[in-house]
């Protein structure tokens, strides 16, 4: 099925995010609230947005806007409707009767809930509508996360799932992760229980949260936010709900439970303001000192807190071994986190998604991870995994490679992420040309412009270098005259 025309109802972060996506991809959009106003000012939102959400602002009249009473009608014509309204399921089911009751034939509905299964939301509709229902699960900011999940039940027409992952994939330049409807679907589920794991560990083993930030952070391939950074981050409050949602829907024996006791500590920042960087600070916090700001850290056993420590661990790349065979506790750190991260994704596979790949691709579109927790066991060894990991009962995947011992289990790395950066491909590509502002390089049947000026400001010899550039780029079509080379001014 071919979408042409899309419409978006609840114009609010995710709602407004969605639809300037679409317009990113020339895809004519509507985006419909309770009032017409309130969808004008979501779009004002957009055209201000920082960083921007348009890729063209001139585009912006572009995405229509509307009411759900007097422009309900442009569901009609629709041939995908999604559903980004507030996280209220009596709200969403009469949203959906009212879809349901206007869409075309065989049009898409799907919801952008975080939270919410498909089997609740879809429990009103009957078997015709429930096949053309799924959950279309975008991250925020919406075109710059790279995932996007799609959740499917047992209902679903698959055929029109796998046209909706293609158009996302194809149209929007989205990650398009097909999961099975569980608590937190793909993404969350490992992450949030990872960051967990990471901060009851900091907690268990007394480290401070700059050296858990320093472990939790570059040497894993995690953004250096570290655990308490990403924390402050999202919103310590926001994280509670969070945690409170998989408490609630998933089994007592899952270990998520374990680590999604809630902290007195956590609980006191709470009830005091400190949300994170939205709030008075939170596991850090800035404090104005006459001119000077000067950035403090709390302490995980006396909730006090202290000017920062900065902890330089002497790796500045990604390097698992290294930091998990330290005989430090730095080390015994590193290795209860990836452990644990490791043996939890595993145990998802096959109930959440059967490709475990797909588990690693969550985590780099949608964490920004280096690499995912098969990649790391893969990074690991598997031999030196099995040597040093504790108990793995009932973990299937564990179990099978436990015997195999397959040191190239892993196959084909998935498509999403295989994008060729600068700095990949320099140790490859062949020099060309060079001036004080940039080099030229070809790689394969590529020629590349690197500006090496500070912040890649541009200046005459940038622009030197561009029409080099392009003598050359002709030359490799063998319309140039030969020669060409950067002149300096
Ligand atoms: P929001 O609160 O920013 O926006 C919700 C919008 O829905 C508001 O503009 C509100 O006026 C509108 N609305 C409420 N009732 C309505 C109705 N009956 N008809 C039409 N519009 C109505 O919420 P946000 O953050 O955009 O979340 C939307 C959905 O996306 C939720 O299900 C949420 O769980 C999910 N989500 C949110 C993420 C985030 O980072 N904010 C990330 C991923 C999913």
Same mark, same amino acid.
């Given at each position: 099925?071919?979408? !042409? ?27 419909? $609230?309770l ?12 055209h ?21 009473n ?7 014509e ?10 209220r ?26 939270s919410?299964?498909?089997? *609740? ?10 096949k ?13 996360m ?17 046209s ?15 999961c099975?409807?569980?608590?937190? +679907? ?19 083993? !007394? ?8 472990? +939790? ?18 919103? *310590? ?6 945690l ?9 024996? $899952?270990? +998520? ?24 600070g ?8 006459? %001119?000077q ?8 056993q ?20 290294t930091i ?49 927790? +098969? ?54 590509a ?16 590529? %020629? ?5 000026t ?36």
């Open positions: 099925m071919e979408i !042409k025309k899309v419409v978006v109802i609840g114009s609010g972060t995710m709602g407004s995010g969605i639809a300037a996506h679409l317009c990113n991809a020339n895809v004519p959009v509507t985006l419909l $609230d009032t017409t106003e309130i969808s004008i000012k979501a779009r004002e939102r957009i201000k947005s920082r960083p921007p959400l348009l890729i063209d602002k001139s585009k912006i009249d572009n995405i229509k806007v509307g009411n759900i007097d422009d309900f009608n442009v569901v009609k629709a041939d995908w409707i999604v559903e980004a309204v507030v996280e399921i009596d709200i969403k089911h009469q949203i959906y009767k009212k879809i349901f009751d206007n869409r075309k034939d065989g049009a898409i509905v799907s919801s952008n809930t975080s919410i299964p498909i089997k *609740i939301l879809s429990e009103n509709m009957t078997d015709e509508q429930k053309d229902f799924c959950i279309t699960h975008f991250f925020n900011p919406v075109r710059y790279g995932l996007l999940e799609i959740v499917k039940n047992e209902n679903n027409d698959l055929k029109k799932i796998n909706l992952k293609v158009f996302c994939e194809s149209e929007l330049g989205k990650g398009a992760i097909v099975n409807d569980t608590p937190g +679907f793909l993404g969350n589920r490992v992450g949030v229980y990872a960051m967990q794991v990471a901060m009851t560990e900091a907690f268990k083993m !007394k480290l401070t949260i700059e050296e858990a930030d320093a472990v +939790f952070g570059r040497p894993m391939g995690i953004p250096k936010t570290g655990v308490f950074g990403l924390y402050d981050l999202i919103g *310590i409050d926001l994280m509670a709900d969070v409170k949602s998989f408490v609630k829907e998933l089994p007592e024996t $899952d270990k +998520f439970q374990e680590v999604a006791k809630e902290i007195p500590l956590v609980k006191k920042l709470i009830e005091s303001g400190y949300t994170g960087r939205k709030g008075k939170g596991f850090y916090r800035m404090k104005k000192l006459e %001119n700001k000067i950035l403090e850290a709390i302490n995980l006396t909730g006090e807190y202290a000017e920062s420590k900065k902890i330089d661990l002497k790796i500045d790349t990604v390097d698992l071994n998990i065979n330290r005989k430090d506790k730095y080390g015994e750190y590193a290795w209860s986190v990836i452990s644990q991260i490791i043996k939890y994704a595993s145990s998802l596979v096959p109930g959440i998604t059967n490709k475990f790949n797909d588990i690693d691709e969550a985590m780099r579109l949608g964490f920004n991870w280096a690499m995912g927790p +098969f990649e790391m066991l893969k990074s690991i060894g598997v031999k030196n995994f099995f040597n040093r990991v504790d108990e793995f009962k009932g973990n299937k995947f564990l179990e099978e490679l436990s015997v195999k011992k397959d040191e190239n289990f892993y196959g084909e790395r998935q498509i999403y992420t295989e994008i060729e950066t600068l700095g990949k491909v320099k140790p490859k062949l020099s060309l040309d060079k001036n004080k502002s940039a080099e030229i390089y070809r790689f394969k049947d590529f %020629n590349i412009v690197e500006f090496t500070k912040a890649c400001a541009l200046d005459y010899d940038s622009m030197d270098s561009l029409i080099s550039y392009c003598m050359l780029s002709l030359k490799f079509l063998s319309k140039a005259p030969s020669g060409s080379s950067i002149k300096t001014n």
